[in-house]
């Protein structure tokens, strides 16, 4: 699993919130990003990061923040959760091996009421 | 613009038919292809990567090509473990664009 570890798992919230998920890593990858996964969209990118305080928007990212203040842990924030952001969440590190995959840890589903 | 379209968006199986799952691409400069399984409720696992058009790559049933404009993922007498979403996503740049996936079934 690459050592990929999401928190919340799960979490449901009200309309106007701000949410904050954490991804962490043990393995010291580089690159780390944050996906949203919804019926009939299928996985897009939100934001992803190349280092410790380099970040770079995804195809989704209005409504969204992250930051990345050490190499372990990207954190995606929600600053004023709304109902279109109800979803699974997952976040993924590239492997740097041969076939330069990426691994996904375990997603967050987040409902926002 | 870049985009991936994966067909069927279903597909349902006896145990031991085989078929294929398809994958069309349009992206300017392919950095690599890459196909995933996802069980429902859990994260996308990585199965292959193919780089370049001719390259063929295979793991247990699963048999991964690729062609210009398009990856095939052939799936030989399936059994019912099998079943789950399969993705498709081309490298542009730094990031993965995915299709929405194709869901198969393969009954008993």
């Known amino acids: 699993d690459a050592g990929i570890t999401q928190s919340p798992r799960h979490k449901v919230t009200e309309t106007g919130t701000p949410v904050t998920l954490r991804c962490h890593q043990t393995?010291?990858?580089?690159?780390m990003y944050w996906y949203r996964q919804d019926p009939g969209h299928g996985l897009r990118l939100i934001h992803y990061?190349?280092?410790?305080?380099?970040?770079d928007k995804g195809e989704v990212s209005d409504g969204y923040s992250v930051s990345r203040s050490k190499t372990e842990d990207f954190l995606l924030t929600l600053e004023s959760a709304t109902s279109s952001q109800t979803s699974v969440y997952f976040c993924?590190?590239?492997?740097?091996?041969?076939?330069?995959?990426?691994?996904f840890g375990p997603g967050t589903r987040l409902t926002v009421l | 613009e870049d985009q991936v379209t994966q067909s069927p968006e279903a597909l349902r199986l006896q145990e031991g038919e085989s078929s294929s799952l398809n994958c069309s691409y349009t992206v300017s400069g392919l950095r690599g292809l890459f196909w995933y399984r996802q069980d429902p409720g859990k994260g996308p696992e990585f199965l292959f990567t193919?780089?370049?058009a001719g390259e063929e790559k295979e793991k247990e049933r699963l048999k991964a090509t690729l062609t210009k404009k398009e990856s095939f993922l052939h799936i030989t007498a399936p059994k019912p473990e099998d079943s789950a979403t399969y993705l498709c996503a081309v490298q542009a740049g730094g990031k993965l664009i995915f299709g929405q996936g194709t869901e198969l079934s393969v009954k008993p």
């Open positions: 990061s190349y280092g410790v305080k380099d970040t």
């Open positions: 993924a590190i590239v492997s740097g091996g041969v076939d330069n995959e990426q691994f």
């Open positions: 193919l780089y370049s």
């Open positions: 393995e010291n990858h580089r690159y």
